[in-house]
């Protein structure tokens, strides 16, 4: 079966307020779990960072040959965030419900679909007791990581590896493991000595939705501005870092309201409402700072900037095909959920005709068994 990806006027009437409960679920922060150091699983806050703003000037180039960098070439589905939703049915009683489980990753691609002209995806999809479970298809991440390093660097121009590594200085210079009144001044003025290790990452679940869709998704947040609020349901000042280079002429303004789309949708669907960006020149220096807030970007973008995506629209197409998807991936067996490089078109087919895949854990299926049984013995 085949969904229509491409802008089209059949997604361009206003979506209603952003407020609006009937049609968005505002994201609110249900669970939370860390990797640590070592990028081992924890079920606590420990890698919950803060932000305090980086040095103008700084080399985002030192420290590449100490980079610890994550090795993710294992598979590792959807396990932590299904760990962390058992966690926290057994603490609320509750069961979570949702049409969709999922990390942002795969909503991000879905919503910004309509304006990515260029790169494509691939996921794995089942249906387990009413709700569809989403994840990457692993196989072609690795596949696109290959055919990036593979392409040449232009004459001059830093390689693929250093480019990806000046975002992850930018968050090692930008965030501090305490509030700020808990932080020495010297680990503030050193952090451009600290290793650069992306092992570490704090992971927000939140409930959130569009549509008639409801959705529980699981994503990294780099910082909080302050601090988290007691109240469970009061937002969360989140931070999203980013870097880009400093844009001088209409072109790069183009490129990098291009990059904005993804920067917002990220930030849209976890419930962050400031984004700061990071600019450098070409060779890397920290050149400048700029804040960003989620809610404007769509309509600075329309109306300052070159229009080159509409906000509403990416909502609207993700609320049709979400609430199509829903109508498509029912019982048993596991889809593929396609989109070819530079086509216009997403493409859904069923791969096994039972069973989950691997994208469940055996635990998850046996926890959400037991729970049906119990309601059944109990009506």
């Avoid at 420990?46 to 932000?51: D, E, F, I, W």
């Avoid at 095909?321 to 070819?340: A, N, S, Y």
């Amino acid at each position: 079966m085949i969904f229509k990806s491409s802008p089209s006027n059949d997604f361009l009437a206003p979506a209603p307020p952003s407020g609006d409960q009937e049609y968005r679920i505002l994201p609110l922060e249900i669970a939370f779990f860390s990797y640590d150091d070592d990028h081992n699983f924890r079920m606590d806050d420990s890698s919950l960072r803060y932000y305090y703003p980086p040095r103008l000037g700084a080399n985002l180039c030192h420290g590449f040959e100490t980079f610890e960098q994550l090795d993710d070439a294992r598979d590792d589905h959807l396990d932590s965030l299904l760990t962390t939703i058992m966690d926290h049915e057994r603490k609320t009683d509750a069961k979570s419900d949702a049409d969709f489980i999922t990390w942002r990753g795969m909503m991000t691609k879905i919503m910004a679909s309509p304006f990515e002209n260029f790169n494509g995806f691939e996921m794995n999809a089942t249906c387990f007791q009413g709700t569809i479970f989403l994840e990457e298809n692993h196989e072609h991440k690795l596949e696109q990581r290959q055919d990036q390093h593979r392409q040449p660097s232009r004459p001059g121009a830093p390689s693929q590896d250093m480019m990806s590594f000046w975002g992850y200085k930018f968050e090692t210079l930008s965030l501090i493991p305490s509030p700020w009144a808990e932080t020495s001044r010297d680990y503030i003025e050193h952090r451009e000595d600290e290793v650069v290790n992306n092992h570490a990452q704090y992971c927000s679940v939140v409930r959130t939705g569009i549509g008639k869709t409801k959705m529980i998704i699981g994503g990294e947040v780099d910082a909080v501005w302050d601090a988290k609020p007691t109240d469970p349901d009061a937002p969360i000042n989140w931070v999203e870092l980013k870097t880009a280079e400093q844009p001088t002429t209409d072109r790069d303004m183009l490129k990098f309201e291009r990059k904005l789309l993804k920067f917002w949708v990220q930030s849209f669907l976890l419930g962050v409402p400031k984004i700061i960006v990071g600019f450098r020149s070409r060779d890397g220096i920290l050149t400048g700072l700029e804040e960003l807030e989620t809610q404007a970007l769509p309509n600075n973008v329309k109306k300052k900037g070159k229009g080159s995506w509409d906000g509403n629209l990416c909502i609207n197409f993700a609320a049709s095909f979400l609430e199509w998807l829903k109508q498509t991936v029912v019982g048993d067996g596991v889809w593929r959920i396609r989109r070819r490089d530079k086509s216009p078109m997403v493409e859904v087919f069923k791969l096994e005709d039972s069973g989950l895949g691997d994208i469940l854990t055996p635990e998850f299926v046996e926890w959400r068994q037991r729970w049906a049984s119990d309601d059944e013995t109990q009506s």
